[in-house]
């Protein structure tokens, strides 16, 4: 989902006629909204009492955030650009929110002796499919030069498509293995 994702946030705007000012603004916000939202996210998981129980519902709601993206150049007419600030924005929020809940979870599922090499590979795996598909979007809005807005849709549906299985593996996975 990164690799269909997050290099093509600046061209998308660009597709809307975004200004320099409403680029900066693409990336400055959702990233401090990230931040603030990691400092809530352990207050707002103990409330639940249970991570599993957080975790799904924030995956769910970024996944969600993916589709008045896709549609943007389809169902707005006017504030483009400041509509998919503010989903991008809120996509990142849950996104973010999930991070410290997931690390806590997987510091009880992996032992400390292991943590090193399983997340090295983990980390080496994810870079490489992030790339491939990130060359693989490049391709896709290549092809579609004349309608670049059909190049993103099919980019940002199959990233929606990615997220949302990644969410129904995490669920089976930690059913087996996790219940807390």
């Known amino acids: 989902m990164v690799g269909l994702t997050q290099n ?11 200004t320099t000012t409403q680029i900066g603004l693409l990336f400055s916000i959702p990233n401090l909204a990230m931040s603030l939202a990691q400092l809530l996210a352990p207050r707002l998981s103990e409330r639940m009492q ?4 957080f975790l ?20 707005f007419h006017d504030h483009r650009v400041i509509s998919l600030i503010v989903f991008l924005t809120m996509s990142t929020i849950f996104d973010s929110m999930s991070g410290p809940v997931w690390g806590s979870m997987m510091a009880d599922l992996v032992t400390p002796e292991s943590r090193g090499r399983f997340f090295g590979i983990r980390n080496r ?9 990130s060359y693989v979007a490049g391709g896709i809005l290549q092809l579609l030069t004349g309608n670049i807005n059909l190049g993103f849709l099919i ?6 498509v990615f997220l949302w299985s990644h969410s129904i593996s995490f669920i089976g996975c930690t059913n087996h293995h996790y219940r807390r």
């Open 56 to 75: 799904l519902p924030m995956g769910l709601l970024h996944a969600l955030m993916w589709l008045p993206i896709l549609l943007i150049p389809y169902i």
């Open 125 to 133: 795996i994810a870079g490489l499919i992030s790339m491939v598909f």
């Open 8 to 18: 093509y946030a600046t061209p998308f705007a660009l597709t809307m006629k975004a």
């Open 155 to 160: 980019v940002f549906v199959a990233a929606l």
């Open 50 to 53: 249970s991570r599993k129980g």
